[in-house]
């Protein structure tokens, strides 16, 4: 068994056997602890569920389509077969396609209406949200000036939570900041989630930051270092609960089922080179053995 797949599901052990049951804007109630933290070291490791198939060429266009194309379009993903973020794709009408509600100052639910403020070019988007963001504030080519020109720097930080402009973010960042640092030719990474659907998120988002790592790593000619992974709000809905009980119990049938490798193409040197389209060329995950699909069901 993979050192993630025993500290995944460690994690959601605790939060069924130590969690509390609460209420939450979507109406399915979560079982959750307030915060959590893991370590990985990635020369050693590299973290992709075996338990479950994790769709890692999926999680990996995400991921670029947020810190390299820097889009908040939905369609960039829908071209390329993914559909991840359709439900909460900003329609014609200025509203989100999903049942999104969002409490007023009276208590009242509605929903959110987007393209009063921006017009209809916001439509198809998830409005200033992630990769919005990381656009606005050149936030990827900062972060590799920093790491190439600069590695003492202590203040090599990327926040996706920006204030300003929350009120037009569709779903405000769930992953919302990173932290790096340079120390003995290793690129170290602490993220930090505010928000962790267990099941869903956590498997993707922790595959596409390792995969960052090693791509920002390649590029300023260093070393993958350590991934430190902190949450608050760590939670399972309900009715997630059943599959998370079967895949804890595939631990007890795992096999040799050993952690898998990244490949990265050896001609790429720049992050903004890797290919991103359907393809996804110049990645490729090796020996990947997993033990089957596991349909989780989106809390909106």
Same mark, same amino acid.
């Given at each position: 068994m993979s050192k993630w797949d $025993?500290? $995944?599901l460690k994690l959601c052990k605790k939060i069924l056997t130590e969690g509390r049951?609460? @209420? &939450?804007? =979507?109406g399915i109630n979560t079982i959750k602890i307030p915060s959590y933290h893991f370590q990985f070291n990635l020369e050693e490791e590299y973290p992709v569920l075996t338990t479950k198939q994790l %769709? %890692? #060429?999926q999680a990996i266009l995400e991921m670029l389509w947020i810190y390299q194309a820097q889009s908040n379009d939905v369609r960039w993903l829908q071209e390329r077969g993914i559909h991840i973020w359709d439900e909460w794709e900003i329609g014609e009408d200025g509203l989100w396609k999903a049942? @999104? &509600?969002i409490k007023t100052k009276d208590g009242?639910?509605? #929903? +959110?209406?987007?393209t009063k403020n921006y017009g209809k070019e916001w439509a198809h988007t998830i409005g200033t949200a992630y990769g919005w963001i990381v656009n606005h504030y050149h936030l990827t080519e900062k972060l590799i000036d920093k790491i190439k020109n600069y590695p003492e720097d202590r203040r090599m930080v990327l926040s996706l939570w920006q204030d300003e402009f929350l009120d037009t973010a569709v779903l405000p960042s769930c992953v919302w900041s990173s932290e790096w640092d340079v120390t003995d030719g290793k690129l170290n990474a602490w993220v930090h989630q505010r928000s962790c659907d267990v099941p869903l998120g956590l498997p993707f988002n922790? =595959? @596409? $930051?390792a995969t960052l790592v090693n791509m920002l790593a #390649? =590029?300023?000619n260093l070393t993958p270092g350590t991934l430190d992974w902190s949450i608050k709000d760590a939670h399972i809905y309900i009715n997630q609960i059943s599959k998370i009980e079967e895949q804890i119990r595939r631990m007890d049938n795992l096999g040799d089922f050993k952690a898998p490798e990244l490949w990265l193409n050896p001609e790429i040197t720049d992050f903004f080179a890797y290919d991103n389209s359907k393809n996804c060329k110049d990645v490729k995950i090796l020996n990947y053995k997993h033990h089957g699909k596991i349909h %989780?069901?989106?809390? +909106?």
């Amino acid at each position: 068994m993979s050192k993630w797949d $025993y500290e $995944y599901l460690k994690l959601c052990k605790k939060i069924l056997t130590e969690g509390r049951e609460v @209420q &939450n804007r =979507t109406g399915i109630n979560t079982i959750k602890i307030p915060s959590y933290h893991f370590q990985f070291n990635l020369e050693e490791e590299y973290p992709v569920l075996t338990t479950k198939q994790l %769709f %890692f #060429k999926q999680a990996i266009l995400e991921m670029l389509w947020i810190y390299q194309a820097q889009s908040n379009d939905v369609r960039w993903l829908q071209e390329r077969g993914i559909h991840i973020w359709d439900e909460w794709e900003i329609g014609e009408d200025g509203l989100w396609k999903a049942e @999104q &509600n969002i409490k007023t100052k009276d208590g009242v639910l509605e #929903k +959110k209406e987007i393209t009063k403020n921006y017009g209809k070019e916001w439509a198809h988007t998830i409005g200033t949200a992630y990769g919005w963001i990381v656009n606005h504030y050149h936030l990827t080519e900062k972060l590799i000036d920093k790491i190439k020109n600069y590695p003492e720097d202590r203040r090599m930080v990327l926040s996706l939570w920006q204030d300003e402009f929350l009120d037009t973010a569709v779903l405000p960042s769930c992953v919302w900041s990173s932290e790096w640092d340079v120390t003995d030719g290793k690129l170290n990474a602490w993220v930090h989630q505010r928000s962790c659907d267990v099941p869903l998120g956590l498997p993707f988002n922790v =595959t @596409q $930051y390792a995969t960052l790592v090693n791509m920002l790593a #390649k =590029t300023c000619n260093l070393t993958p270092g350590t991934l430190d992974w902190s949450i608050k709000d760590a939670h399972i809905y309900i009715n997630q609960i059943s599959k998370i009980e079967e895949q804890i119990r595939r631990m007890d049938n795992l096999g040799d089922f050993k952690a898998p490798e990244l490949w990265l193409n050896p001609e790429i040197t720049d992050f903004f080179a890797y290919d991103n389209s359907k393809n996804c060329k110049d990645v490729k995950i090796l020996n990947y053995k997993h033990h089957g699909k596991i349909h %989780f069901p989106i809390a +909106k």
